[in-house]
């Protein structure tokens, strides 16, 4: 996958996500996420591909690891370049995963490449000491998970601007920090909590952004597009 930025398709139908895509390259990289793969099923993901999309496909997948192992298999078998399992599911499962996505990979083709989930954005420091009984901070933790996903092979982690600069130290700058959680400086803030703007999250190390509605919900999708890529990319 680029490192163009990464647009969350919160859309409830695929014509809903293919209606709002008309103006953007195909080059585009895309977030499916559980509502429109739900919904839609594996004809989304074929027929964003089939356009010449980058797509990853965010279903956070948590189980036992033979579980996880072939639904990774299954999800290979679609041609997406970016996966994502909860690495509270343990470093066993991560290891299954990674053997599924290889296993589901077609002679010749490139492995998609599979992240890690450490703590939730939604999750709160009280959240970890009161309801995981985790006795460190919630960034102690979410470090702690990017370095168990990087020991069971896996290519990087999902998580907040603020935790990139950190993981990246711990774990180099090649390791993925996709981070979502991305507004311009006058965009409305919506539900996330922790959020940075492109050039800040470039600036942390993040490889990769997810922006949703400061693209979705803007008065011109694909201006705002540009300008954040653009900021992302450091060229104003
Ligand atoms: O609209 P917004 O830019 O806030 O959308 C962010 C996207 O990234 C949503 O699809 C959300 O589910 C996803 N995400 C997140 N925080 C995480 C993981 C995924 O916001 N930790």
Redesign the pocket.
Known sequence: MNKSPII?L?FHSAEAAFTFLKPFEQSANV?V?MQLYYKEGPAIIAKLKEKGYGVFL?LKLHDIPNTVKSAMEVLAGFGVDLVNVHATGGKTMMEAALEGLDKGTGAGLRRPSIIG?TQ???TDDRQVREEQLIGVSLAESALHYAKLTQDAGLDGV?C?VLEASAITQACGQEFFKVT????LADDAK???IRIATPEEARRAGSTHI?????I?AAKNPYEAYELITSQWEGLN
């Open positions: 969350a919160d977030k996420g965010d989930v939730l954005t939604s999902v907040s979502p959680g991305i507004r919506n539900d996330q997810v922006v949703g509605r400061s979705t």
